[in-house]
């Protein structure tokens, strides 16, 4: 009785292990095994550079590019944020796009410079790209909007996190001449200038003393290096508005109502009234760019 059940075993052993060594189980067992967690993201320098020449500021996080620019007459203004280097959820493409306009210098000279733009919206971007030419707007060249490089700069959140700051858009308006010949318009420096910070002394400056617009708040960046998980989320870390406001200095004259010692903070107050949190803002900062904001928001 012995012999007829070894022999059983035996083959029950051998088939087991023909199954178990086979191409098709190893794969059928690879996919069933549990998914390798995505590797987490992590922040890069968005270097600022500016050109003397033709008053447009440019952002890269290439370091080769940064040094090809700084060879080319550009200056560096050193590191302007952090941005992500791969998309996590709650965060959205910095898209850059390329213009060459025509420039005047100081004496006269006439030559082609690049402008860039950096936005979120994807409207934007495709509006730009497929807009015609407009030498007698623009600057007296025939050059349309292009994607510069890949077409993005990197990756910003869309809501503030915690441990983010505003990455607040200033536009310089187009200032014109004519050109040499008589006929064509050519751009004076900073004219179609798109400028980008975090530093509300900055923005400041820019609206009141260089001419430039205010365009909105294009993301959220972070101002120190740090390493995003692949599970982030706006929504995971959501921010009190009163915290928030009195962590920006701001202080509490009555519920609801908040009264900021700087612009940035005003903004803030102002988006979180927007939405029903708070109920009142004013500044103590500069009263003439209050009632610039006032108009835009």
């Known amino acids: 009785m012995t012999r007829p059940v070894t022999i059983s075993f035996l083959l029950i052993v ?6 178990t060594t086979s191409p098709l189980f190893r794969r059928a067992n690879a996919h069933a095994a549990p998914n390798t967690p995505p590797p987490s993201v992590h922040t890069v320098p968005l270097y600022r550079l ?3 020449s033709t008053g447009i500021n440019f952002y890269t996080t290439d370091v080769n590019r940064r040094l090809e620019a700084m060879g080319a007459g550009w200056s ?8 992500l280097n791969g998309q996590a959820p709650g965060t959205v493409a910095l898209n850059v796009l ?18 860039f733009t950096f936005t979120t919206s994807q409207h934007e971007k495709e509006q730009k790209l497929h807009e015609e030419p407009r030498p007698s707007q ?18 910003v959140a869309q809501k503030q996190l915690v441990g983010t700051v505003p990455l607040y858009r200033l536009y310089h308006p187009g200032q014109l001449q004519v050109a040499a010949n008589l006929v064509d318009r050519v751009c004076r420096p900073a004219s179609h200038d798109y400028f980008y910070t975090t530093s509300e002394d900055e923005k400041a400056n820019a609206l009141t003393k260089s001419g430039y617009k205010f365009v909105g708040i294009e993301g959220y960046v972070w101002p120190q290096p740090t390493s995003v998980g692949p599970h982030l989320s706006a929504d995971s870390a959501p921010i009190n508005a ?5 962590n920006r200095g701001c202080t509490r004259p009555g519920v609801g109502s908040y009264k900021c010692p700087t612009i940035g903070g005003y903004e803030a107050c102002e988006s979180y009234r927007k939405n029903g949190k708070v ?9 003439k760019v209050q009632a610039a904001m006032d108009k835009l928001l």
């Open 279 to 287: 109920t009142a803002c004013t500044t103590s900062a500069n009263q």
């Open 76 to 83: 560096s203004e050193g590191v302007a944020a952090h941005i």
């Open 50 to 52: 500016y050109s003397p």
């Open 14 to 19: 051998g088939l087991l292990s023909l199954v």
């Open 138 to 155: 623009m600057g007296g060249t025939n050059y349309p909007w292009e994607l510069d490089g890949s077409g993005i700069t990197g990756y």
């Open 242 to 246: 009163d915290t928030d406001l009195l």
């Open 98 to 115: 390329v213009i060459q306009l025509r420039f005047v210098g100081p004496k006269g000279n006439e030559f082609n410079g690049a402008a």
